[in-house]
């Protein structure tokens, strides 16, 4: 017992170490551009919840036009009313719509205005322009390191859904 309690120990703290070297990573790749990236959020006014909302209706589910708020709080972590708190945000500033579903009035489908894509697309440049900062800071062997470990990560369906489906705005 005491054995196991030791490897279980053990797995955590290493876990928790790896947590904290990628945060460290995190923090300073976005922290490279001087703040732009909060500077960009914090400009748009929007609560937090409203900002991680905007972004995740940026980038929809291939075949998809609108998301339910029910699907928009299961992806943030977010209870349905949370998520329908942070969208009727987003409803009244004209970022978002909100309209019933043709085939179920029960259920309500969210999408952006062009207004509201256009914030997400300032947010999605500033990230991108630190994290392109960062980038250029690494050396050959670093930057070939980070590519062989993304090229990893990239096999989990989660971080290639996510990758794809900002891929395309970040290209437009």
Known sequence: MEAATKARTGSQS???ELALRLGSLMLCSFGSDGGSVIRAIDDTGLAFTQMKALV?????TEGEEAMTVKDLGAGLGLSRASASRAVDGL???KLATRVEDPDDRRVRRVSLTPA???IADELMAARLEGLERFVDTLRADERRKLEAALEVLMERDDISDTYRKHR????K
């Open 14 to 16: 290493s876990d928790r």
């Open 56 to 60: 995740s209706l940026s980038a929809p």
């Open 91 to 93: 409803v009244r500033r």
């Open 116 to 118: 509201g894509h256009a």
């Open 168 to 171: 395309k705005r970040a290209f």
